[in-house]
């Protein structure tokens, strides 16, 4: 049975596999995992048809393969039990051959045993590790000569070439990320626009009302809920911010989507929120915590990825202070904030202590004018620093 590579996509044609989760004979049982692979915009684990082993792995980790390829050959349980029950006898000739080929090492540990009692003196007296000294034979033994001469000059023998530079071949994910930032930076004019916001009032909401919350949607109260609040009115009176060139036409929309920069391992995903305008904080919340455990074990599918209008994304959880963002094209603007910092600050003539935060929108020039850009950052700076503004609508 054939292990093929799944549909993920209309516009993807291409994989990488990853990483092998079985070897080849080893066990499984239907429906299990067998191989993880990503593409230029998701990573997904490819189930088992039925209950058997890997018979042979057709592509190998980091290969390419095209949609509909096969990637292994598949011996589901029956055809292996009977098989077995045909396999011939072990005799003692394959045995030794077995043995021999077992036997056979290059390295320095393979070596070592063979170690004149010199060199194997010379070693224990000195705390040294064989592998990492460098023969001066052949055959890969090591000298007297090699240990003084490794004792000696450690800088230029304690580290092989190997070790001191590490080349890895750049994900489809990683490439495109990077593809995607540069088209961006060579394509839109992008600017970006500073304002700060006083967190004062809502932090006393999340903590009034955090119990409140937690029992009624079964989930923590965060910022982001009211931040996308805040933008999605703010789009609503700024529509060019909502919009996107295409070709020579501006496409002004009329939906609000709004994407979530989510950081993983195999780096940055923008999972969206679709039709954030009419969720409540409570869906909100839910559907981060969702898309944001869904990036972190690689099950994203395109929909979650797809038909973003507008994009935020946290620095602040790295401990960011201040940032440019860059856009997500096609969109026109993309808002970073950053962390929480008491700051002094006025507040009716009088110096006062504030939690603070600087925001950061970075928009194209092309399509949103200096005044537009502003009066919809500090749009948010008054929806945020008022949010009975936000939860009444008024």
Do not use: C
Request: hydrophobic share 35%.
């Amino acid at each position: 049975m054939e292990l093929i590579v799944p549909t993920l996509g209309e516009s993807i044609t291409e994989a990488t596999v990853s990483k092998w989760l079985k070897k080849v004979g080893e066990s499984f049982e239907a429906d299990e995992p067998l191989v993880e692979i990503e593409t230029d915009k998701i990573t997904v684990e490819v189930p088992a048809p039925s209950a058997g082993s890997i018979s042979e792995i057709k592509v190998h980790e980091g290969a390419d393969v095209n949609i509909g390829g096969v990637l292994a050959l598949i011996e589901n349980k029956k055809d292996k039990n009977e098989s077995s029950m045909l396999k011939k006898p072990v005799t003692e000739k394959t045995k030794k051959e077995a043995t021999k080929e077992e036997i056979v090492s290059t390295s320095n540990n393979g070596e070592s045993s063979k170690l004149s009692p010199a060199v194997k003196k010379l070693i224990n007296e000195n705390d040294l590790d064989s592998d990492k000294i460098i023969s001066s034979r052949s055959d890969g033994r090591l000298t007297k000569s090699d240990v003084l001469n490794f004792i000696n000059n450690p800088s230029t023998t304690d580290k092989t070439s190997k070790e001191r530079e590490e080349v890895v071949k750049m994900s489809k994910i990683r490439k495109t990320i990077a593809t995607r930032l540069k088209e961006s930076q060579n394509t839109a004019a992008i600017l970006t626009t500073f304002n700060e916001v006083d967190m004062s009032e809502i932090m006393k909401v999340r903590e009034t009302k955090k119990e409140d919350f937690m029992e009624r949607y079964n989930v923590k109260l965060g910022l982001m809920s009211f931040f996308v609040k805040a933008v999605v009115t703010s789009l609503q009176e700024f529509p060019a911010v909502n919009a996107e060139i295409r070709e020579e036409n501006i496409i002004y929309k009329n939906h609000f989507d709004i994407g979530i920069a989510v950081g993983t391992e195999k780096g940055l995903v923008v999972p969206v929120l679709k039709d954030a305008d009419t969720m409540t904080f409570g869906d909100i919340e839910q559907q981060i915590v969702d898309l944001s455990s869904k990036a972190k074990e690689g099950t994203l599918t395109m929909d979650d990825l797809t038909g973003g209008t507008f994009t935020i994304s946290n620095g602040g959880v790295y401990g960011s202070m201040l940032s440019t963002p860059i856009i997500n094209r096609p969109q026109s603007g993309i808002l970073g904030m950053h962390n929480i910092q008491k700051r002094a600050a006025v507040v009716d003539d009088e110096v006062v202590i504030r939690p603070m935060m600087y925001l950061a929108f970075s928009y194209d020039h092309r399509i949103i004018d200096g005044k537009e850009s502003v009066g919809f950052l500090i749009s948010i700076k008054n929806l945020l620093e008022n949010p009975s503004k936000l939860i009444l609508g008024v």
